[in-house]
Structures are given as structure tokens and as C-alpha cells.
């Protein structure tokens, strides 16, 4: 607890010295951030005024010199060619969300267009200033729509150095001000949520269970696309792009750059992904590792930031309605029933109270 004391004495007093941007002691530093024109978040500001001088704090150099590796590559077009091809990748689909928790697909049905055209539209989209960005009128969506960096960090290994828009699937109609990338998020969101529906009910069938489970509690209601950017860190070795965590969702379909960076933590070894231009990251989360009962790994994964080039990703996460039970589909089950909200609501005490997010061992039997 006096950890978490001392935290929020240090943030408050980062706050205050922001007041530098605004020139007196207005209470209002509580409830806005500070006047910057530029778009880059205080991203070293805040680190320094909080954990200290990270230049000089050797001993918390986290190591990034790993291998790298290139994940399972599916080629999904055999789904549509004879039952021995179709079969064939579905057992490759099945076998890598069991052995890595992580895989490639290529021939996904996701244009180059499409993907393209939100790069260069979310690269526009960062670009707004600081301070345009926070206002949640920007895109007219709700408050925390834009986010960046770590607000609940403790330590500097948990502070994310990145910026982020989170967008639901529901309000992309909303986003009038940036036609561009209303347009071109609905066209993704609809072909990365044909594709989760479409890789879950292949996972579903192999464990002998329904597959209509995704269909009647992944709604577009529940669903969310993620826009990143990771800015290029002048300390890169010690600040990571996104800290280690795992995601708390069905299926992720993920579209990355080329710069790298995203990494991944297989048999107690972390390793470095290497980006395929012509594919899409799939990855499993933790409902369905618990769905599964264990079957299919949530695998903890990060991002370590660029030294030089910033990086950019967008991401569609499957997630059902906050009142769906996961329950185990066979059983002895390792995990007890829990409703989604009370998975998320576990997860924000942990990340809120310890600054890291404790995940499904909460929920073992």
C-alpha cells in the first residue's frame, strides 16, 4: 500500500511541474493536460519526473537481445481447395494455437488496399497535436477513447512507451470528422471479424465442442479495433514499446509494419517476431485459453520500442458481451466459471493496485 502511496505523491507532484506549460497553479492541472501544440505525448517528462532519471538507473535495463523467429505461417486459401487441403489447415491451425498461441495467415481475404489505407490514415491521426488528441471530440467518442503511456505504473518497467486509439466496433459510424478511416476501419472490422469467427469455430469443432458459442456472444457491441503507434524511444534498451501482458480477449488478428519489435515469451525464452508483409498476426487470449481449458495458450507477448523508427499496428480483438460466462467445454475444468466483467474488473484491481495485470491464475481451481 505505501508503494502505491508514494506513487501517486510522485504523479501529483509530475502533474504540478507540468504547470510550466500554463504559467500558474491552476487547480484545473487536476483535470487536463498541459498545452503542448506538438503531437508527441510527454512520454520522457513524465517518466523522469516520476521514476527519476532513466539515463542513469543502469539496473533496470530490461534485456532485449533476443532471438528471432518466424511464427507458423497458414495459408488459408486451402480452406476453399479439396477436403486433404482443408482438412490439412485446420489441423495447422489448431496445432499452433496449441504449441505457439501465435500464427501467421496469409491469403486471409483482408485486401493490401484496405491495410494500407488505414496506415496512412492512423499515421494522420497521430499526427494531430497532443492536446487535440486528449479531447475525446477529436473522433467524438467517449472519454478514454485515446490513450498513452502507463498512468497506473509503479515502476518504469511498467510504463508503456506508446499511444494508442481504442475504438469499439459499435461507434467506428461516429468518427464523421475522419471519413477516410471510418470507411476503412467498417471494411476491417468486418473481414477481421469474419476471419476470428471463422478461426474460432475451427478451434471450437477440434475440442468437440459448439462453435455457435462465438457467433451468439462475440458481437460487434462487444468488440473493439486498437490503433497503436510506438514512437521511436531514445531509450529503447530500458522502456518498453508495451509491457509484457497477455490479452484479454478470444482472438486477436493483428496488422504490424515492418519495423518489428512485438516479442514473444515461448518455453521461458523470449523471442523476437519477424514481421511477414503479406500476413496478419493471429493470436489466442485468455478467454479461450480458459474456454479451452488450457488446450489453446494465451501466450504473454510485448512490444520493445525502436530506437530510431517509430512503429505502427492496428488490432481487432474478439471479446464477448461483459455478461457472458466462460466455462471450461470439457472437463475435469482448471479454471472456475467467471463472467467476463468479472474477469476485466479482476484484471483492473490487479493493474491498478500492483501495476501488473495478474490474468487467469486468479481464476484457477
Not at 515502476?155 to 481504442?166: L, V
Not at 531509450?235 to 490479452?247: A, N
Request: glycine share 6%; proline share 4%; net charge negative.
Amino acid at each position: 500500500m505505501w508503494v502505491l502511496v508514494m506513487f501517486q505523491f510522485r504523479y501529483i507532484f509530475y502533474l504540478l511541474s507540468l504547470t510550466r506549460f500554463q504559467g500558474d497553479l491552476s487547480p484545473n492541472i487536476f483535470f487536463s493536460h498541459p498545452v503542448r501544440m506538438e503531437s508527441e505525448p510527454p512520454f520522457g517528462e513524465f517518466v523522469n519526473s516520476v521514476f527519476g532519471n532513466i539515463v542513469e538507473q543502469e539496473e533496470t535495463e530490461a534485456k532485449f537481445d533476443v532471438d528471432e523467429c518466424e511464427l507458423p505461417l497458414i495459408d488459408l486459401g486451402h480452406l476453399n481447395l479439396g477436403n486433404l487441403e482443408h482438412e490439412e489447415c485446420k489441423r495447422k491451425i489448431c496445432e499452433a494455437s496449441t504449441e505457439w498461441g501465435f500464427f501467421q495467415i496469409v491469403n486471409h481475404g483482408v485486401s493490401k488496399e484496405i491495410l494500407s489505407r488505414i496506415h496512412r490514415e492512423q499515421v494522420e491521426l497521430f499526427r494531430q497535436p497532443f492536446q487535440i488528441k486528449t479531447n475525446e471530440k477529436l473522433l467524438n467518442l467517449s472519454s478514454g477513447c485515446y490513450r498513452w503511456g502507463t498512468q497506473t505504473a509503479i515502476t518504469q518497467k511498467q510504463f508503456a512507451w506508446s499511444e494508442a486509439f481504442h475504438i469499439p466496433l459499435s461507434t467506428i459510424f461516429q468518427l464523421s470528422e475522419f471519413e477516410g478511416l471510418r470507411s476503412s476501419l467498417q471494411e476491417f472490422a468486418i473481414k477481421a471479424s469474419d476471419l476470428a469467427q471463422q478461426i474460432a469455430k475451427i478451434l471450437a469443432e477440434n475440442l468437440g465442442c459448439k462453435s455457435t458459442f462465438f457467433f451468439k456472444n462475440c458481437l460487434p457491441s462487444s468488440c473493439y479495433i486498437r490503433m497503436n503507434r510506438y514512437p521511436a524511444c531514445p531509450v529503447s534498451s530500458k522502456v518498453f514499446g508495451l509491457i509484457p501482458h497477455t490479452d484479454s480477449d478470444f482472438l486477436t488478428v493483428l496488422h504490424q509494419d515492418q519495423v518489428g519489435g512485438l516479442q514473444l515469451l515461448k518455453d521461458g525464452k523470449w523471442i523476437r517476431v519477424k514481421p511477414n508483409p503479406d500476413a496478419l498476426v493471429i493470436n489466442i487470449g485468455d478467454l479461450f485459453q480458459a474456454w479451452s481449458n488450457g488446450v489453446y495458450k494465451s501466450l504473454e507477448h510485448r512490444v520493445v520500442a525502436n530506437h530510431e523508427i517509430e512503429r505502427f499496428s492496428f488490432a481487432y480483438f474478439l471479446c464477448p458481451s461483459h455478461d457472458t460466462v466462460i466455462q471450461s467445454c470439457c472437463e475435469p475444468s482448471i479454471y472456475r466459471k467467471f463472467s467476463f466483467r468479472e474477469y476485466r474488473q479482476q484484471v483492473e484491481e490487479d493493474v491498478k493496485t500492483t501495476g501488473d495485470k495478474v490474468g487467469l491464475s486468479r481464476f484457477r481451481r
